[in-house]
């Protein structure tokens, strides 16, 4: 498990983020649905892989097993450091090309990113954030991915 560093974001908080991965490539095939289990929450992203072409569009998926605080979705491009993308404690968020859903009480969020480009390419990480109500400052951000 590595500690993820929020920099410098104003949505930063000290709460856990529970996380999956996703892959966008243009040139890899699918592969089989990944499902991680972090600190008892399941955080399952689909499709775990795509391959559009230049100028598509693309809907990426993450259901998670428990109620959120909110949602993160970061980027990774190979050999790379992650990318915070978007932050959303629910509702939608358009951001450029990105346009982001969050139903933390329904446990699902999605990103959705218009006219794709080559420069897309990368691991999708989408972070649940959750933490007891009863001690928010004993909370830490922790992420476990690939």
């Not at 980027?75 to 346009?99: D, M, V």
């Not at 959705?112 to 990480?125: A, N, W």
Request: hydrophobic share 35%.
């Amino acid at each position: 498990m590595r500690l993820l560093s929020m920099g410098n974001h104003p949505e930063s908080s000290s709460l856990p983020l529970h996380c999956s991965t996703m892959t966008l490539v243009f040139t890899l095939m699918l592969e089989a649905l990944l499902l991680l289990s972090v600190r008892g929450v399941d955080v399952e992203q689909s499709p775990p892989a795509l391959t559009p072409q230049e100028g598509d569009s693309s809907t990426l998926w993450c259901i998670f097993s428990t109620l959120a605080d909110s949602v993160r979705w970061y980027l990774q491009k190979p050999g790379g450091r992650l990318i915070h993308l978007i932050y959303i404690p629910s509702g939608t968020r358009q951001e450029g090309r990105l346009n982001v859903t969050a139903v933390p009480k329904e446990r699902r969020s999605s990103l959705h990113i218009s006219s794709l480009r080559t420069t897309d390419s990368g691991t999708y990480f989408c972070a649940v954030q959750h933490c007891a109500t009863r001690a928010p400052a004993a909370c830490t951000q922790t992420l476990r991915g690939a």
